[in-house]
């Protein structure tokens, strides 16, 4: 029997809605596989957990984590009670940096039965590899002076090793899928970041002769994430890039709440974090309404990671049947709860 051990990090908000239906999911999957086991440790690291302790890990949090398998992570964030900047980069970034979660893996795709909020699209299906460690996401800077002559700067760290790290990252999954790599730049405005990230990606993509390229600005690729997404296969973009096409990737599809993502360790020293692209949704915590299928698709994703290529297929799959069965929450259009969704998912898995 195979066990995979998972520390499980709900956060904030609809985390601690959406997590519990994705552990609900893998546990079915593994009892529906047979050979197979996850055993959840859950860590109740939130913004509530700063208030009790101030910090919103232990000191000794990151060694807790360290001997996982993976983590399976929700949302982190709650305005009311802790500043963003204090809880995201004491927690989810804090674990992002510290175990070297390099890459951030993002794919876009129609669902069947989740409508598009495009009118008539095309079929697409595109993966956006962002880079994880650097770039925007810097805390180089400062706040200064007071009153009229107050500023502030912050600067943008752009190394050629993690460029080219997620760039090559890129050329090997569009090496696996339709052969094309796309670049998000902006090196008509930005003087110094983006014609040096140009430069790696023209010296990596000579490595990589049979992947087809191009490069594009951010703001004209966000306007074709809209209006032609078919033509995308593979896009690798900075940190902060990455994070807007995301948004734009999910709401595409139909909802920031169906969008799956992972954070990979690519060298293996440390887990990888699975969390979904949305946050911790305060308007709509509390409710039950929140999707499941953006904590349940990135389930799929840790499959994947774990080497259950086949078993992250099957979860798909029936994600898709449940969607395309109508079973969907207010943010796709319908009116089932969180636990309805979940349940059907897990009915359907048992019926396989
Ligand atoms: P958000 O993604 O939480 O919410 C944006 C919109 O999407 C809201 O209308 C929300 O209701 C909706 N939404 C999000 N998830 C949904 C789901 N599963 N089902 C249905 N609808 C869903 O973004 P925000 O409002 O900018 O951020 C809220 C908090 O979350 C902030 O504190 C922010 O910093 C944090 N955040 C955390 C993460 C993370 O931990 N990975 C990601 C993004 C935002
Ligand atoms: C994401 C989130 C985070 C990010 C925030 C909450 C710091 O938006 O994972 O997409 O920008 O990386
Ligand atoms: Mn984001």
Not at 3 to 21: L, M, Q, R, T, Y
Request: charged share 20%; aromatic share 8%; with cysteine.
């Amino acid at each position: 029997m195979k066990k995979w051990s998972i520390a499980s990090i709900p956060g904030d908000g609809v985390g601690k809605e959406v997590v519990p239906a994705g552990q609900k999911v893998l546990d079915t999957v593994a009892e529906v596989h047979g050979g197979l086991s996850f055993e959840f440790t859950s860590f109740p690291w939130s913004c509530e957990y700063y208030l009790q302790h101030g910090v919103m890990m232990p000191e000794n949090g990151l060694d807790q984590l360290k001997d996982f398998d993976a983590i399976f992570l929700g949302a982190v964030g709650n305005l009311d009670l802790v500043p963003d900047h204090i809880s995201l980069w004491g927690l989810l970034i804090k674990i992002r940096r510290e175990f070297e979660q390099v890459i951030n893996i993002r794919p876009a795709k129609q669902l069947k039965g989740v409508t598009s909020p495009l009118v008539n699209p095309k079929e697409f299906d595109l993966l956006v590899v962002r880079e994880n460690s650097e770039g925007e996401y810097s805390s180089i800077g400062g706040r200064m002076n007071k009153g009229e002559d107050e500023l502030a700067i912050q600067n943008a760290v752009f190394s050629r090793k993690a460029s080219e790290r997620a760039m090559r990252y890129a050329f090997d999954l569009a090496a696996k899928r339709r052969q094309h790599v796309t670049s998000a730049t902006k090196s008509n405005g930005i003087v110094y970041s983006m014609p040096f990230w140009d430069d790696v990606f023209t010296d990596v993509s000579k490595d990589y002769p049979s992947i087809q390229t191009d490069s594009q600005h951010i703001d004209a690729l966000a306007a074709f994430f809209v209006t032609q997404p078919e033509r995308f296969d593979v896009i690798v973009a900075s940190n902060l890039f990455g994070d807007i096409l995301t948004d734009i990737g999910a709401a595409i599809m139909g909802s920031v709440g169906i969008a799956p993502a992972a954070n990979i360790n690519v060298n293996g020293a440390y887990p990888s974090m699975f969390e979904p692209v949305h946050g911790s949704a305060p308007d709509i915590f509390g409710k039950g309404i929140a999707n499941p299928i953006g904590q349940i698709w990135t389930a799929k994703l840790m499959l994947d990671h774990l080497g259950e290529v086949e078993l992250g297929e099957k979860l798909l799959d029936v994600i898709e049947e449940t969607t395309t069965a109508g079973i969907l929450t207010a943010d796709i259009g319908g009116n089932y709860s969180t636990e309805q969704v979940t349940n059907d998912i897990i009915n359907r898995l048992r019926s396989l």
